[in-house]
């Protein structure tokens, strides 16, 4: 997919979450924002999965414009799958149904297809054996690979993951990186941002370094985690590589 921000302004009141950011990319299967904490990484993934308007500026994915137009912008939406760091489930539905009951009522399958459809996704997952419970009896991980699994289960064009496993320990944090390689592997198209280093470097093809709300490094994954170009990319890269 080809994604472009040109000249991306995201103000929350006072605060300046993204200041002038300039992203193009011509062809990317799975994107990885990094950068240090409070630089813009969610608050561009949400601008690019249609979730919020840019204040100013104007942001291309493929044909598409979806910045400034709210139209544009719900249709948009309607076509991704979006995973957040916790908190993705419903809580008062089991397992099966989280990703059974969006797929009947917001894609309007049938309720027998919608099933089948968790079901075969869950077994994926290898879920199948808590596909009863709920999310208060289920992992970390297990919630994390729920949730993927809901994100994914109406064949969105793109996926965009905010951090799925900042919430997890190591054990878990592997199990649902395993889940999303296997996506990058099925060819789905997708946006993580993620402190990872060493999963962006094996996952995705390119990665764009955010920081203070502006581009500090875009290109290839492992051109830019192993011999960054600017001195602001090498600052955080060493920081992060530290621990
Ligand atoms: N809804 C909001 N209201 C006010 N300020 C916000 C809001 N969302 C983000 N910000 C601010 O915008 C800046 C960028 O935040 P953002 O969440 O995009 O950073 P991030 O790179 O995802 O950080 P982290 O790695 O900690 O998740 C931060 O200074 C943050 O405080
Ligand atoms: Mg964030």
């Avoid at 300046?16 to 950068?35: E, V, Y």
């Avoid at 979006?82 to 008062?92: A, D, E, G």
């Avoid at 999310?135 to 969105?156: E, F, H, K, M, W």
């Avoid at 793109?158 to 496993?165: K, M, R, S």
Wanted: with cysteine.
């Amino acid at each position: 997919m080809r994604l472009e921000l040109k000249s991306v302004v995201k103000q929350y009141g006072q605060q300046r979450a993204l200041d002038n950011l300039n992203i193009a990319i011509l062809d990317t299967s799975c994107l990885a924002l990094i950068g240090p904490s409070g630089g813009g990484k969610s608050t561009t993934l949400r601008l690019l999965a249609g979730l919020e308007a840019p204040t100013s500026g104007s942001i291309r994915i493929n044909e598409n414009e979806i910045g400034s137009d709210a139209a544009k912008r719900n249709a948009h939406l309607k076509n991704v799958g979006v995973v957040f760091q916790s908190y993705n489930l419903f809580p008062h539905l089991n397992a099966l149904t989280n990703i059974a009951l969006p797929l009947e009522k917001v894609h309007r399958h049938s309720k027998a297809d919608s099933i089948t459809k968790a079901e075969s996704l869950l077994q994926q997952f290898q879920l199948f054996e808590h596909r009863f419970k709920m999310p208060s009896q289920l992992s970390g991980g297990q919630n994390q690979r729920v949730a993927i699994a809901r994100a994914i289960a109406p064949d969105p064009d793109i996926v965009f993951l905010d951090e799925p496993t900042s919430a997890l320990d190591p054990e878990m944090t592997a199990e649902v990186l395993d889940a999303i390689e296997s996506l990058v592997e099925a060819k789905k198209r997708l946006v993580i941002a993620t402190h990872q280093m060493g999963f962006a470097k094996q996952a995705a093809d390119t990665v764009a370094i955010i920081a203070g709300g502006k581009l500090v490094e875009v290109g290839d994954a492992s051109q830019v985690i192993d011999q960054p170009g600017t001195e602001r990319a090498r600052e955080f890269l060493n920081a992060s590589l530290k621990f």
